[in-house]
């Protein structure tokens, strides 16, 4: 069995902004998304040292590291920081899914559309960053192939 790949986006997250359009009618994607998702598939290329993508059925457990406010207070910085008070704000989670997806598509995973099973958390840390953690499951892909060798187990 594969073993799972962790891929950390260091700084804060970013999530995916929404297409812009062009007075001639063409969508593009903002800079601040661009650039986040070109660091995120630099570190995506390191997770991997070389490896080729996943082209199994995967598991996503993204976690969204957020910094506290500036502007709050010590107490409830700290109960922000043991999980007392969660970011409830916008961005959305699926933003930043996408945003992270976006990075590792062709470099972690074959195609995003493998990931099959998906978690996603926000909360507040000291260091902000994005977190990915990959891992194979063992199961088949929809054309039939085994996703892994070795025995199967089912249910």
Request: aromatic fraction near 4%.
């Amino acid at each position: 069995m594969n073993a799972a790949v962790t891929i950390v986006i260091g700084g804060e997250p970013v999530a995916k902004g929404r297409p812009r359009m062009t007075r001639r009618g063409f969508a593009y994607t903002p800079a601040n998304t661009r650039r986040y998702e070109a660091h995120g598939r630099l570190a995506a290329q390191l997770a991997m040292d070389g490896k080729p993508p996943l082209a199994v059925p995967v598991r996503a457990e993204i976690t969204v590291d957020l910094p506290v406010p500036a502007s709050w207070s010590g107490k409830r910085r700290d109960a922000a920081l043991c999980g007392d008070i969660r970011p409830t704000t916008r961005p959305d989670a699926d933003n930043y899914v996408k945003a992270a997806l976006d990075a590792i598509n062709a470099i972690v995973v074959a195609d995003d559309s493998l990931v099959v099973d998906l978690v996603a958390r926000k909360h507040y840390a000291t260091v902000p960053a994005l977190t990915i953690v990959i891992t194979p499951l063992p199961a088949l892909t929809a054309q039939g192939r085994p996703a892994m060798t070795g025995k199967r187990q089912c249910c």
